[in-house]
């Protein structure tokens, strides 16, 4: 049975209204949470987090402008006891905004640092991001982790 060109029509316009009716009751972005323990007091970690071109050895896929789909952070504060914050650009989104917080590890242990790795993104409207945006943590969850890693790699 073939369906006429009026009925597909019509069916075609009730799914992409259906699709554009749902997002507005998405998210308007998505917040991603990596965290990882590192062997390395505050004070160690810190200058690695608060200087943007020390970035590029630890968590090159955030500083790299040159690349499509690539993030740049810009640090907007830096306190060596609790954390380093960001604003991000080319995320896709209206606004990116990233926060690493330094805390201790759950036993306590002298030398050793919890990092905690937040990254909000803010769509706004647009009905597309905010579907794509429930796929935020599958796309840059991964990279997050693999930052986190080389960082734990290249502390001294």
Known sequence: MRLPPRRLLAAACALVLLLLGTSLVLPPGAEIRRTRDLTAPRAVIHPWLAE???WSRWAPDWMRADSPGSQTAVVT???PQRGVWCDLAGLGARV???AILYS???GGTPGETRITWILRTDVGFDPFRRWTALLADGRYGPQMEAALERLAESLP
Do not use: I, M, N, V
């Open 96 to 98: 990116g905004k990233s």
């Open 77 to 79: 504060a830096a306190l």
């Open 52 to 54: 943007p071109g020390l």
């Open 104 to 106: 201790d590890t759950p």
